[in-house]
């Protein structure tokens, strides 16, 4: 059974900065895409980024510019870089791990973290 572990959550001010890490406890190269949701309160969780094994990577809209998605297979380690947080930021950010891209477009992920919350204060 693959295990998805996030850490790296936590308070920031606006303007500020986190890195979320993902360690999976199998070969993260097995996967052919890892990606990063959020689900904030009231709200739909909804794909931030994801990385296929090759590198290409996608984001929404939203954090275009200001996050960065980045895995380290020798670590099996996905990590999301988060810079200029917002408020609107604020979530659980859930990692993630699939066996294809629609799958990860969809929600439909294969495996699924337990989230960390990231609180972002105006």
């Known amino acids: 059974q693959v295990q998805l572990v996030e850490s790296g959550g936590g308070l920031v001010q606006a303007g500020g900065s986190l890195k979320l890490s993902c360690r999976t406890s199998?070969?993260?190269?097995?996967?052919?895409?890892m990606g990063w949701y959020r689900q904030a309160p009231g709200k739909q969780r909804e794909l931030v980024a994801s990385i296929s094994r090759g590198g290409s990577t996608n984001y929404a809209d939203s954090v275009k510019g200001r996050f960065a998605i980045s895995r380290d297979n020798a670590k099996n380690t996905v990590y999301l870089q988060m810079n200029s947080l917002k408020p609107e930021d604020t979530a659980v950010y859930y990692c993630?791990?699939?066996?294809?891209?629609?799958?990860?477009?969809?929600?439909?992920?294969?495996?699924w973290g337990q989230g960390t919350q990231v609180t972002v204060s105006s």
């Open positions: 993630a791990a699939a066996s294809s891209f629609f799958k990860i477009c969809t929600g439909r992920s294969d495996y």
């Open positions: 199998g070969n993260m190269f097995t996967f052919r895409t």
